[in-house]
């Protein structure tokens, strides 16, 4: 059986011819490459790079490549053809005009779902993300554009999320439409990776060195780009590691047609190859998701139908290995938007993968709902869960984030819940898929508080208790404004009621800290701000006596825990 991947094909009549719409997508003026079956030569050979991703060396990597392309010429030449270098225009320049690091430096700060939401910058923000490392902890991200110029900054917490700090920032030579960080941690040498879109259609990518902050190199990808998104592999070395691209390239009959491309082994995602076609479609919008062992996930909407679209990759962002291009909901039944995809940690066939979009029904003007739509092993995407509209709202921009661990099935995603006459604030509210729901719809943001929905609340996960985490803005006039953070753990859940009737003293404390409570307390622990468990009482007791002459100074976490509830509580060792 054969698969189509259409190639980019001149189109000399553009000007004079216009485009035509019609109700697939597929633009005019493309032919497409027929892609032969595999011969067991070529089998052998996406086995064998398989392993390699994983077991092998940069440079056996490479050559596997490079075996592959061979292979395909003695097939297909046209199919061979796909394996390439991005080709640049040679007056692309490098877009940083700047860059700084910054020494760790602020004043501890605790906050929780319950609590104040932490402010880490005062000022605009035009677009936000965030990216957790646990060994290095979590970065976020924010940027803001003045006088055609974009400057990047990006925050470090190394508390799980209690305090946070400058630490490094650059200035671009255009404004940003859109930016997203990667952190490459593991084995071996480590980077931030900030991978930007400019105004002027320039994508690229800045890197630091993780340990350091100090800024390592610049690189750009491509041109002619107008939307993109970003994922990356997990081996346990870093020089094996890769990032994976889908975007949207301003090019074809209608304007924009979606793109891959891939870095390579042992570039630290600088160095790009493979870019192509790979839809022949009109698309707007799109999204894209590393599952395991190869497997890629892409979402996009019709630019001329509106149709939510689904791409499968079996092998790296292969060109010749995506799957034929998938309609998952008419544009004509469903208005789609701002589609995101997360696949859990499983390999294809086992794979477990969401699609998460705001819908309405098409041709209203209708409040938007969220549609939830599942991928289970070889099946298509089927619709799964859909949003309950509720008086008064309207589901704004979402986020997905997967923690990169084998086999892990949770998925963080983050929305905007939005008011349609006013009657609340903008809220960034926080979802889980547990691997078969979408559970703990939770708000986040302080409720007093309106937030922007020109882009989605930032999610990730907490590095010592692996719990949900999110950056957002507040809104002045008609920007984003003061980039916030907010967290939630089960350490910082407090019962107000139960909290009432403990006391504890002294704190700060020296020697000695003395609890009572009313009611009888099960179990005493003490935790440090990442979450380390340093000290516990277990005794069923109404009073309670803590030795803190081992401990160092600092601030402490004091939960305290009882038959039906638990209280947590800042303690200052002296």
Known sequence: MKREILLLMTFCMF?????????????????????????????????????????????EIRQNRIDIKNEWATISPEVAALYKPIELPSDVSDFVLSSNHYEEGSTPTINSWSEEDLLLRDGFVDGIDIDVDQAHGIFVMGYENSTGLGDVFIYKSNDNGGSFF?????????????????????????????????????????????????????????????????DQNFPGSTQLKRVFATYIKEEGSCGSVIYSARSTSG??????????NIYNTCSIEND???????????????????????????????????QPRETVEEGDVEESKNPVVAATKKSLGIDEVILITQSRDAGTSNAFSHFRYNREGESDFFLDQEGIPLPNNSVGPMDAWVRRAPENEIIRT?????????????R???????????????????????????????????PADNAPCMVFARVNGTRGY???????????????????????????????????????MERIVLYTLTGQKVKEF?????????????????????TVYSADSNATFKIVKQ
Request: without cysteine; negative net charge; glycine residues 8%.
């Open 15 to 59: 000007s004079a011819l216009g485009w035509s719409q019609n109700n697939n997508d597929y633009t005019d003026g493309f032919q497409p490459i027929e892609i032969p079956e595999r011969t067991p030569a070529l089998e052998a050979l996406y086995a064998h790079g398989k392993y390699l991703e994983l077991h092998g060396t940069v440079s």
């Open 288 to 322: 894209i998701s590393y599952g395991r062992v190869g497997a890629i996930y892409t979402v996009f909407i019709g630019f001329t139908t509106g149709n939510l679209y689904a791409g499968v990759n079996s092998d790296y962002n292969d060109p010749a290995s995506w």
């Open 267 to 276: 570039s630290y995602g600088m160095e790009w190859v493979d870019e192509h």
């Open 414 to 426: 983050s929305y905007i819940s939005e008011s349609t006459n006013n009657s609340f604030n903008a």
């Open 166 to 230: 400058l630490w490094a920032d650059a200035q671009l030579n255009a404004n940003i439409v859109k930016a997203k960080i990667i952190s490459l941690d593991g084995g071996g040498e480590e980077y931030l990776l900030a991978y930007v879109l400019l105004d002027n259609g320039q994508f690229g990518v800045v890197r630091w060195n993780m340990h350091t902050g100090n800024l390592v190199d610049t690189a750009t990808i491509t041109t002619d780009v107008l939307d993109f998104s970003v």
């Open 428 to 462: 960034a509210r926080s979802y889980t898929y547990d691997g078969d729901v979408l559970t703990d719809n939770e708000a986040v943001s302080d409720l007093d508080f309106e937030i922007w929905n020109g882009f989605a609340p930032a999610i990730a996960e907490t």
């Open 538 to 558: 277990s005794q069923t007791t109404t009073e309670a006596t803590l030795d803190m002459q081992d401990l160092a100074a600092g601030l402490y976490l004091m």
């Open 482 to 520: 003061g980039l916030y953070f907010n967290r939630d753990t089960e350490l910082l859940s407090v019962d107000s009621e139960n909290a009432n009737r403990i006391d504890y003293s002294p704190n700060p404390a020296q020697d000695r800290l003395h609890i009572t409570s009313i009611q009888q």
